[in-house]
């Protein structure tokens, strides 16, 4: 049911009810104020955590709340996003009342009942829901049959979440209004990610096809001398990652073999596969750096580490780091064919996903091939994957037949004789059909039976669950240890956990190997767990207490371990995001089991700190969905009050609007007003913030004047006085005033600099430097402030593309032509290598402009042209207009005025810019006045002239005040004033070519 179709419609919903427990007591205890404000923060909690994950809330029945799931949209997911948000809720409560019972002397519990059914949505356009049905009834009854604590899940909703969730059955519960007891479950704990289990211990069977499918594939990669892309599908179990160890082992001794897995846990770990690939290069590190180059080696080194700091000179941006890691697989494919294979890729972030598909389209002449490995969610996340590839596969995985589950079963017997010993053919049978063509549950059931299992548990978890119980006491606790680390772990790492006593972990790691639950890794002393599933049970079932102190343990470990690294191996694994990620599941269990423990705020604090770093990083190369994702996080650990917040939320707000989520981008805003109520700093930032949103989004410019009154009650407010000038220099751009907007950008760069904030004085250098190409600022200022930005963006080709332009431009009008083409085709050869599209196409442009000064009018004149049909296509109309002016007076210069005057026309589809609107009414009086047409002409120039007072770029105005003295000479009037302006403005600017030439005409005119 869409917004626009308000008629009652019959949907199957999730509905959640969640109410307090014992709220009568409450009030007989509290003051009615003071009951009103803990409910209000229960409500708001609550509320908070349904709407994130994806609810409506229908209604507020005096203490409970009810939400919907699957309005106005369904989700394939609902179900869980119900029992996520129930969870969620639940943990806020039992934290709010954590956080009163000291001062309040009372607790709070809540309950929750959650059911799926059909209902009528007699509206689902937003907040005016309306739900009608016995499946609100049923979610009502089980909240009110659930205990304090507790969360109560029909037995349709468990069915549907099983998979993510550990349940625990109820006895029937008779409820009120049913007529047969109903069904129920209590959820323990809800796991949302779920991984692909392994095996490899018997041949591969019913798969020949699909291998032959892979080989020939890789044949057709290796004549080719091509870069392919083979997308590899299935649900968890099918056997994915079989089938791709199978075709490894197959192939040639000489194909050089990387492997990465994205994680189904932490918080922006982009490029986690890429150093795990990395990490595997470490002994052959020193020459595969000399051979990626000075700019390759940094980006990859980059990739490793720590980020103590929000920002470091060389943090690479993600331009850098995809051309680096094209390069990097260039290099090894040169040598020796290379198979690049990336696992659990549903999980990766989508600057991954855009770097794996920039590898597709661009590697040449190198034989390649990239084995994606992914459940079918894939396509949810990129709808396009691998469409438009010229070389792309993909393989879906389904179930296998009867006849090779029978063969698969057969194999799995004949390797454990205890299961030959006992078994009957009933029961060979069963696990063949009961199966469902998933090797891995055959497997599974196999070793449940061999163990001694009365019966057959009905799900892939809880076999594990049992084959889990049969461990020994040191088996368990290293695989539980195992878990908390991750998919993948070392020795090491165990030993931390276990106060370095390497004697726990050797003859139990052995033991776990036989039983095959794990295996080794692809480094010495490194080992990983031969399901996922398998980690994520074992995981599930580990105390939240000891895992909390685990995570917290680990992350001092990864902390401390960055300085490890050496020249010859400087990729240690993603520290950075091991230390967030370690901090964040230890403040979220502590949350959940020692809420009032004291160590929790600095603990917070830690994660929080750490995830802003993190998010400080991405944001600084530009990986604007990590970045999103973990300031976001950051944000929530951090206590409500904090100043930080303010800070957080321009932050989100400037990544939201570079992603073109301008909604997104204003709701930041209003979530630091929730986290920051009645703060007047805040609230002046985010106004600040709004207006400039507006802005950017095609609004009028605001007044700026009530802001700068507001300001001045608080001269010290920084932040919002350094988006203030933000805000004006944007006004004044758009209003042509150059200088003023230079200044606006120095008068918040002087703020920026004292505040210690690195962001907000990279943003305005950036648009600092972009500026004196046009502002008053002379050529010599502007470039020794390119200098400057040369060496502070160093470690990043794609900042250093723009400021490369700028300096190219004021170069050429300082008369140093040479040294303005050297220094484009160094940003062309930066922005082709990274793929920056709107940078190439300003490199073409500033050319245009170097070549007129030239006086090569014609070469000019392609130029221009090119950049404008660029831009066009790109979706930017009026700059876009403006160049295809500039190639019509390349035209003009060039005698055809003919010609010059039709691309004049066809300049006039589109609004022009101020600049492009000046040249072409100095072109049409240039025009008219060689036609004879002196009033027209004259009449041009004159309109010309009095728009050119609205701006005060010194080189345009220099540009047009010749033309209109051109204008009066052929007229009959005296030229020398405008000549003389024309010159004084080229002067100030310091662009002594175009001043030489209108001096050297001035002195025709005597």
Not at 446 to 474: F, H, K, M, V
Not at 913 to 922: D, Y
Request: with cysteine; charged share 25%; net charge negative.
């Amino acid at each position: 049911m869409s917004d626009r179709d308000p008629r009652p419609t019959r949907r199957n919903v999730v509905v959640l009810f969640i109410d307090i427990v014992g709220s009568t007591e409450l009030a007989e205890r509290l003051d009615p104020e003071l009951l009103l404000r803990i409910l209000d923060r229960y409500y708001a909690a609550c509320r908070t955590e349904i709407f994130e994950h994806g609810g409506a809330v229908e209604k507020y029945i005096g203490d409970a709340i009810m939400a919907v799931f699957g309005v106005p949209v369904s989700r394939e997911d609902d179900a869980l996003r119900a029992v996520l948000a129930a969870d969620a809720a639940m943990t806020a409560v039992h934290r709010l009342s954590a956080e009163i019972a000291p001062t309040h002397g009372v607790r709070l519990d809540a309950h929750c009942g959650i059911a799926f059914g059909e209902v009528m949505v007699a509206d689902g356009s937003g907040s005016n829901v309306r739900v009608i049905g016995d499946t609100v009834n049923t979610a009502s009854r089980l909240q009110s049959a659930a205990g304090g604590g507790e969360i109560l899940l029909s037995d349709d909703v468990a069915r549907l979440v099983r998979r993510h969730a550990l349940l625990d059955g109820v006895p029937p519960l008779t409820l009120k209004g049913k007529r047969d007891p109903v069904r129920a479950w209590r959820l323990i704990t809800v796991e949302p990610d779920r991984g692909a289990p392994e095996t490899d211990t018997v041949p591969l069977i019913g798969r020949t096809e699909e291998l032959q499918q892979l080989t020939r594939f890789h044949d057709r990669v290796v004549r080719g001398r091509q870069c392919c892309m083979a997308t590899l599908l299935g649900v968890p179990g099918i056997g994915k990652s079989r089938l791709v160890r199978e075709f490894l082992t197959n192939l040639p001794e000489d194909v050089t073999v990387l492997a990465g897995r994205c994680p189904s846990y932490g918080i922006g770990a982009t490029y986690r596969p890429i150093t795990e690939m990395l990490e595997a290069l470490n002994g052959d590190w020193p020459t595969i750096a000399e051979a990626v180059g000075t700019e390759g080696e940094r980006a990859l080194r980059g990739l490793a580490c720590r980020g103590d700091a929000e920002y470091q000179d060389d943090t690479p941006g993600v331009a850098e780091i995809a051309q680096a890691v094209r390069s990097l697989f260039e290099v090894l494919a040169q040598r020796r064919p290379l198979v690049v294979v990336l696992d659990n890729l549903q999980w990766a972030e989508p600057t991954l996903l855009d770097l794996i598909e920039d590898c597709s389209a661009w590697l040449a002449d190198v034989p390649v091939l990239l084995v994606c490995v992914a459940r079918p969610e894939l396509y949810e996340a990129r709808p396009s994957w691998g469409g438009g590839m010229t070389c792309a596969m993909a393989l879906e995985l389904g179930p296998m037949s009867p006849p090779h589950m029978a063969r698969l079963v057969a194999e799995l017997r004949a390797g454990r004789a205890d299961v030959v010993a006992h078994d009957d053919d009933g029961t060979y049978q069963r696990v063949i059909h009961g199966s469902d063509g998933n090797p891995l549950f055959a497997e599974l059931m196999l070793e449940t039976l061999a163990e001694g299992a009365a019966s057959l548990p009905p799900t892939i978890q809880a076999l594990l669950g049992a084959r889990l119980d049969r461990l020994d006491a040191a088996e368990r606790q290293v695989l539980e240890r195992a878990a908390t680390i991750g998919h993948s772990f070392s020795v090491e790492q165990l030993e931390v956990l276990f106060d370095g006593e390497p004697a726990m972990t050797a003859a139990p790691l052995s033991r776990l190997r036989r039983e095959r639950l794990i295996r080794r890794g692809a480094l010495p002393g490194a080992y990983e767990f031969a399901q996922t599933l398998t980690r994520e049970t074992v995981y599930a079932l580990t105390s939240k207490e000891v895992r909390a102190d685990w995570h917290r343990r680990l992350a001092d470990w990864f902390g401390d371990r960055a300085g490890d690294a050496s020249e010859q191996a400087p990729f240690l694994g993603p520290a950075s995001g091991d230390v967030s990620r370690h901090l964040l599941a230890a403040c979220r269990l502590t949350r959940q089991v020692r809420p009032g423990d004291p160590l929790l705020p600095e603990l917070t604090g830690r994660a929080a700190d750490q995830l802003i770093r993190d998010g400080g990083q991405a944001l600084h190369r530009r990986d604007l969905p990590a970045a999103i994702a973990l300031l976001e996080q950051g944000r929530e650990m951090l206590p409500p009050g904090r100043d930080e917040h303010r800070s957080l939320a321009v932050r989100i707000s400037d990544a939201e609007l570079a992603r073109g989520e301008a909604a997104a981008a204003a709701a930041a805003l209003d979530r630091a007003e929730e986290l920051l109520p009645e703060d007047p700093r805040t609230q002046l930032t985010c106004v600040i913030q709004r207006e400039v949103l507006a802005l950017r989004s095609g609004a009028r410019a605001p007044e700026l004047e009530p802001l700068r009154v507001r300001l001045a009650l608080d001269p010290r407010d920084d932040l919002s006085w350094c988006r203030f000038h933000q805000l004006q220099a944007l006004v004044h751009i758009q209003e042509g005033r150059f200088g003023a907007a230079d200044r606006a950008l120095r008068d918040g760069l002087a703020l920026a600099r004292p505040m210690g904030d690195r962001y907000e004085e990279d943003r305005l250098l950036g648009g600092l430097c972009e500026l004196v190409q046009w502002s008053p600022t002379p050529v010599p200022e502007g470039l020794a402030l390119c200098a400057d930005l040369l060496a502070r963006f160093a470690g990043d080709r794609a900042l250093l593309v723009p400021v490369l332009v700028t300096r190219a431009r004021l170069l050429a009008l300082a008369g140093d032509l040479g040294g303005a083409r050297e220094s484009l085709d160094t940003a062309g050869q930066y922005a082709e290598e990274l793929h920056l599209g709107l940078s190439a196409v300003a490199v073409v442009q500033v050319r245009g402009l170097v070549e007129s000064l030239d006086g090569n009018h014609q070469d000019a004149r392609e130029l221009f042209s090119r950049a404008a049909a660029a831009l066009r296509t790109a979706g930017h109309g009026g700059p876009a207009v403006t160049l295809e002016i500039y190639a019509a007076r390349e035209t003009l210069r060039q005698g055809d005025v003919r010609q010059a005057a039709a691309e004049l026309a066809r300049g006039d589809a589109g609004p022009p810019q101020l600049r492009g609107e000046l040249t072409a009414l100095a072109m049409r009086g240039a025009i008219a006045s060689f036609d004879g047409e002196h009033a027209d002409a004259m009449s041009a120039a004159d309109r010309a002239a009095a728009l050119l007072e609205s701006t005060d770029d010194p080189c345009l105005r220099g540009d047009v005040l010749v033309e209109i003295a051109r204008i009066r000479r052929a007229a009959g009037h005296d030229p020398a004033e405008p000549a003389r302006r024309a010159l004084d403005a080229y002067l100030s600017k310091g662009a002594t070519l175009s001043a030489r030439r209108v001096r050297d005409w001035m002195k025709g005119l005597r």
